[in-house]
């Protein structure tokens, strides 16, 4: 047995590279015990990856976790938002999921715009202008390229849903990650049966929206995992959602993630509607909302352009006039789905550390450029930005993001906030608290300041400037993806 002082819950993130287990007390917040295990994406046009494996990483990850799990009272799944998982009558993957950051759909979001009334209608019917990261944009690509696919699916998932279906054996989803897909209408929070019908998806295909604090269900069997039949299972959420809970995140507080995608977001009480279609009007997962902005390109980007100059990521120097937009996967925030990455200013007297500043400056630009639409506009504007994700480990990141926003910044202590918010989430179902609430008593958002420092406007009017200048290059893109 444990010594921990109260029940002990899992909670589960399973992003684009890992899934990340972690058993935590109730009680206190301590971290009892964690496991992690890789999952592949494919490379190249497309981005797909296999559910079935996402499970198998799980069972890897629960395993590293050892005795404590078995003693899991309630566990809890946040997941990568938006990847489209299609199933067969028994379950199983018609096919590899189609993920978020896979952009061959960017036709298909531009079509389903025009079609349905142009952007601003979209943004006040689902709360977001969809692009190629949206579920539905993926379903419409999937049909017209592979009708037989479409065909033989008899149930359509996220990815948390899919992991928490395999615990239960029921259909569940959240309003937080439903409002990624494309088909859930944040005003009347339902599906949008008349979107679905445009793209042909019988609504019946889809899982049942969970409210917050409901139980999805309870562990069917043990299967291969280590929780006893019967552990509770709460909604889980998608990861940006999830975070948030684990950071007990109160309104108007701005949080930026550097992981394989860069979100920054905030919670807010008004449900959010840009005709931009810069920020996601998001659900959070307890009854508010998220508006989040995301870029493709974030820290595996910039380890690239490190890997390409052969240096560690944090040889950087302080840059000189070069711009570089590391759009190596094309990119969402700027919405330019078919871009490439794009180098200007190089010299002779140009440093490969100056090039590596100058990949964290472009990266950090994108995210920074839409802070501000993210707040609602009686937001503190001198209020710390919280800094998550793998990235914010690094201090290359920590003092470029410092720079050119010129606002303090915090780095919680706490590491995995994703699967620590899905853990709050488990507890939550157990005591009867509000998620947020656990995590606020776990102390999850504590960690050092970093004073602010005056905002590098002439770096953010240089790269936003290039950026203007080279859009047609940008929108072309350079190779037939
Ligand atoms: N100490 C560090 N300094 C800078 N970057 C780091 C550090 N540790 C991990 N990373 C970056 O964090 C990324 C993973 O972040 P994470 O938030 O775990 O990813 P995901 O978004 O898939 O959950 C890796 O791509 C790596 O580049
Ligand atoms: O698409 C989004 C948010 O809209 C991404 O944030 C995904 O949810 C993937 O997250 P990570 O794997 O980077 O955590």
């Known amino acids: 047995m444990s010594a921990a002082e109260g ?15 972690l058993v935590v007390d109730a009680a206190t917040g301590e971290i009892v015990a964690s496991g992690q295990a890789p999952h592949a994406v494919s490379t190249g046009a497309g981005r797909e990856s296999d559910p079935r494996r996402w499970w198998d990483a799980l069972v890897q990850a ?30 199983d993957p018609v096919r590899p999921a189609l993920l978020w950051n896979d952009v061959r759909s960017a036709p298909h979001a531009r079509r389903l715009v025009g079609e349905l009334g142009g952007p601003k209608a979209w943004a006040e019917r689902t709360g977001s202008v969809p692009g190629a990261s949206f579920t539905v944009t993926k379903w419409a690509w ?41 088909w859930w209408a944040t005003g009347t929070e339902a599906y949008d049966e008349e979107i679905l019908a445009r793209v042909g998806l019988d609504p019946a295909l889809l899982p049942r929206v969970v409210r917050p604090g409901e139980v999805a269900g309870t562990v069917r069997d043990s299967h291969d995992l280590p929780f006893s039949k019967g552990t509770l299972v ?96 094309g990119e969402r925030t700027p919405d330019l789905p078919n871009a490439s990455g794009l180098l200007h200013g190089l ?28 707040l609602d506009t009686d937001a503190d504007a001198s209020a710390p930005l919280l800094l998550i994700g793998g990235g914010a480990r690094g201090r290359a990141w920590q003092e470029t993001v410092r720079r050119l926003s010129g606002r303090p910044v915090q780095i919680p202590e706490a590491r995995e906030l994703v699967a620590l918010g899905a853990a709050a989430q488990a507890a939550g179902l157990l005591t009867g608290e509000d998620p947020a609430a656990v995590a606020r008593r776990w102390n999850t958002a504590a960690g050092p300041v970093l004073e602010a420092v005056d905002r590098d406007e002439a770096t953010l009017s240089r790269i936003a400037g290039v950026l203007s200048d080279a859009a047609p290059l940008l929108e072309r893109g350079t190779d037939p993806r």
């Open 7 to 21: 029940p002990l819950v899992v909670g589960v993130d399973t992003s684009t590279q890992s899934t990340k287990a």
């Open 62 to 91: 629960l395993a590293q976790c050892g005795e404590a799990a078995h003693e899991a009272a309630a566990v809890s799944i946040g997941g990568q938002q938006h990847g489209l998982v299609t199933l067969d009558a028994q379950g």
């Open 142 to 182: 999937l049909s017209e390229h592979e009708p037989e696919a479409v065909r033989a699916t008899q149930a359509v998932r996220l990815p948390h849903d899919y992991l928490t279906e395999r615990l239960t054996g029921r259909g569940t989803t959240d309003r937080g990650d439903a409002s990624g897909t494309g």
């Open 234 to 329: 709460a909604p889980g959420t998608g990861d940006n959602a999830a975070a948030a809970l684990g950071l007990g995140l109160r309104s108007g507080v701005p949080v930026m993630s550097l992981g394989t995608s860069g979100t920054v977001y905030a919670v807010s009480q008004r449900r959010p509607a840009d005709p931009t279609g810069t920020v996601a009007g998001f659900a959070d997962a307890r009854g508010d909302w998220l508006p989040l902005a995301c870029t493709l390109n974030c820290t595996l980007a910039v380890d690239r352009v490190a890997a390409l100059l052969g240096l560690d990521r944090e040889a950087v120097e302080p840059g000189t006039g070069v711009t570089l937009l590391p759009y190596l996967d």
């Open 347 to 374: 010299r002779h007297d140009t440093t490969a550390g100056q090039l590596l500043q100058s990949a964290y400056d472009g990266a950090v630009h994108s995210l920074l450029g839409a802070l501000d639409r993210v």
